[in-house]
């Protein structure tokens, strides 16, 4: 009877979790991509306070059809210790837990087949990262496309995965800084004084014309008034006499008799 070693109980519970690292101990792939704002055509609100604009990644996971493609939105600091494999969706990743404690989030995941190659005619290329506000504090929406909750810099990339393995990725993008507001103390005041200089002149003149206006005004009511009290006597009219004239009735003559 053939011996028979008895297997090591952690092995059965072991080997899925081995299968499941064995793609990921190969590495991704690289691709030779990096996400950049949208240039062409120009746009207005490239980037704002909360909010910038990527195109999309057209015609670069063409190898991975069965892939669902994420985007990774990371601080700049967070770059070098993001893990590939984190999850989506999970604690580590969450939106609304960024920036503190969490240095990077996934979002906006869809699959090849939003990103055709070729871009067919009139098709909107564009990914506005930030856009939703309706998510931004809702956690059971881990994958929330918020709005980006300072001016960054901010760095991203595009990652792959089939099922929850990563197979493939870009590299990162140049540091992305969003528009601030201008503080109060930092807009110049250069000029403020001649600008109140000039004010005060408009309004001396302003009160000069308007005193010179009713001058002129008073002026021609008086000399009217002038004009009416000289014209106001009337030469006494000369009686004139009626005669009366008595209306003697004609009567009409019988006619001559021939």
Request: net charge neutral; glycine share 6%; hydrophobic share 40%.
């Amino acid at each position: 009877q053939p011996h028979s070693c008895p297997r090591h109980p952690g092995v059965s519970t072991m080997l899925p979790l081995l299968l499941l690292l064995l793609p990921a101990a190969h590495g991704i792939v690289r691709l030779g991509y990096r996400p950049v704002l949208t240039q062409d055509p120009p746009l207005e609100g490239l980037t704002t306070a909360s909010t910038f604009v990527l195109d999309q990644p057209r015609c670069v996971f063409q190898n991975f059809s069965n892939a669902d493609i994420w985007l990774v939105v990371a601080l700049e600091r967070a770059v070098s210790s993001f893990n590939n494999a984190a999850g989506p969706g999970t604690p580590e990743t969450a939106f609304q837990s960024f920036p503190d404690p969490v240095g990077a989030y996934m979002t906006l995941n869809t699959t090849l087949g939003s990103y055709p190659c070729p871009k067919p005619a009139g098709d909107i290329t564009v990914l506005r990262v930030g856009s939703e506000t309706s998510c931004a504090k809702d956690e059971k929406r881990p994958t929330c496309n918020g709005p980006l909750p300072g001016p960054g810099p901010y760095r991203v990339k595009f990652l792959a995965l089939e099922g929850a393995v990563p197979v493939a990725d870009t590299d990162w993008s140049v540091p992305i800084m969003l528009r601030t507001a201008k503080s109060p103390d930092t807009i110049s005041t250069a000029g403020s004084g001649h600008s109140a200089d000039m004010i005060a002149i408009t309004t001396i003149l302003s009160i000069l014309f308007a005193i010179l206006l009713a001058g002129l005004v008073a002026m021609l009511f008086f000399w009217d008034s002038e004009s009416c009290g000289s014209s106001s006597t009337f030469s006494k009219p000369e009686s004139v006499s009626v005669r009366r004239y008595n209306t003697h009735h004609v009567y009409d003559q019988p006619a001559a008799r021939l």
